[in-house]
């Protein structure tokens, strides 16, 4: 059953084919975290310079949490013990989302599509450890 929850699927000659996942990197949770982190980078780049051991320091930080997280859950062996990596994962997501709000409000940038990013990993996170709770 673990295998069926922790899975890729490849497009091959038309056909679908869904293999175990063998690396965190394999998990579409993972890479769209990872690519959160990338344009939470991005963004940060252009806050204030007052800002570097603020928000910018703690935006990155919790950004980076959430990919750490679903990284370091893959390899747990138990499933109670992945769920608790995802779960703390989406603590550093709802943290992110507050920081997407403070960004807004103080007219640092448009958060608008890293709030949709984010709200995708949230959305697919907790089907996610869901699914490996329920297996």
């Known amino acids: 059953m673990k295998e069926d929850i922790e899975c890729r699927i490849q497009n091959i000659g038309g ?9 965190f990197k394999d998990l579409l949770v993972w890479q769209k975290a990872h690519h959160f982190v990338l344009n939470a980078y991005e963004i ?9 051991y ?3 320091s703690q935006f990155r930080r919790a950004s980076i949490s959430i990919a750490a997280n679903i990284a370091e859950g893959f390899k747990k062996r138990g499933n109670k013990e992945k769920a608790r990596f995802y779960n703390i994962a989406q603590g550093s997501l709802e943290e992110c989302q507050y920081y997407l709000i403070l960004i807004k409000d103080l007219e640092y940038g448009n958060t608008d599509q890293l709030i949709k990013d984010l709200t995708e990993v949230s959305k ?12």
């Open 54 to 56: 603020g928000l910018t």
């Open 44 to 52: 940060s780049k252009k806050f204030p310079k007052s800002e570097i």
């Open 15 to 23: 056909f679908m084919n869904i293999k175990p996942a063998q690396s």
């Open 124 to 135: 697919m996170l907790e089907s996610y450890r869901k699914n490996i709770l329920n297996s």
